[in-house]
T-cell receptor, first 115, second 116 residues
Framework: AQSVTQLGSHVSVSEGALVLLRCNYS??????LFWYVQYPNQGLQLLLKYTSAATLVKGINGFEAEFKKSETSFHLTKPSAHMSDAAEYFC?????????????FGTGTKLQVIP | GAGVSQSPSNKVTEKGKDVELRCDPI?????LYWYRQSLGQGLEFLIYFQGNSAPDKSGLPSDRFSAERTGGSVSTLTIQRTQQEDSAVYLC??????????????FGSGTQLSVL
């Protein structure tokens, strides 16, 4: 079974600083990887996804993630944090399980942006 | 509606009572998932429905949990004899079934269940 590990349940950055949220995956086949974001009192929404077309994936709101096979990583970055980026971020991996797409999520990282 | 709808948004119940949580997926989405979100636990997969196929119940934590999906649309998650450890946010998601592994999941806002 595939899995993802998110390092750091809480991350704090200053407004304007680099955002780096870490995700490592475990997979026996080429993985399909996702980042989702959950704003306060809202459902999860897709930020970006990796499907092997390109190792650097750009998402919404200025976020991007780079797939590094040698490091089994898919870290999420943003050059300059905004107050509106404060949310919980989830890394996820998708596998084919009995003919359907089974999506497994990490434990999440809460991002705090300090003014 | 345009998105995944879940009801109620909040449910407070007493230990030992049964509860039903409802999910209305996006029209035309054949895949429906239930997840449980507990503090510090991330999203825990509970059950998956795919069209008219038998559901994948491998994530249900105990036989007190069950779910059904009527007519390939609305789904109900039932928890019998609720326990305090059942307190969590229950999330429903749907997606179109394309046979690929890269489909985006569309999530509802969840039901916050509190068992006193």
């Amino acid at each position: 079974a595939q899995s993802v590990t998110q390092l750091g349940s809480h991350v704090s950055v200053s407004e304007g600083a680099l955002v780096l949220l870490r995700c490592n995956y475990s997979s026996s086949v080429p993985p399909y990887l996702f980042w989702y974001v959950q704003y306060p009192n809202q459902g999860l929404q897709l930020l970006l996804k990796y499907t092997s077309a390109a190792t650097l994936v750009k998402g919404i709101n200025g976020f991007e993630a780079e797939f590094k096979k040698s490091e089994t990583s898919f870290h999420l970055t943003k050059p300059s944090a905004h107050m509106s980026d404060a949310a919980e971020y989830f890394c996820a991996v998708s596998e084919n399980s009995g003919g359907y797409q089974k999506v497994t999520f990490g434990t999440g990282t809460k991002l705090q942006v300090i003014p | 509606g345009a998105g995944v709808s879940q009801s109620p948004s909040n449910k407070v119940t007493e230990k030992g009572k049964d509860v039903e949580l409802r999910c209305d997926p996006i029209s035309g989405h054949t895949a429906l998932y239930w997840y449980r979100q507990s503090l510090g636990q991330g999203l825990e997969f509970l059950i998956y429905f795919q069209g008219n196929s038998a559901p994948d119940k491998s994530g249900l934590p105990s036989d007190r949990f069950s779910a059904e999906r009527t007519g390939g649309s609305v789904s109900t998650l039932t928890i019998q004899r609720t326990q305090q450890e059942d307190s969590a946010v229950y999330l429903c998601a749907s997606s179109p079934l394309s046979g690929t592994r890269n489909e985006k999941l569309f999530f509802g806002s969840g039901t916050q269940l509190s068992v006193l």
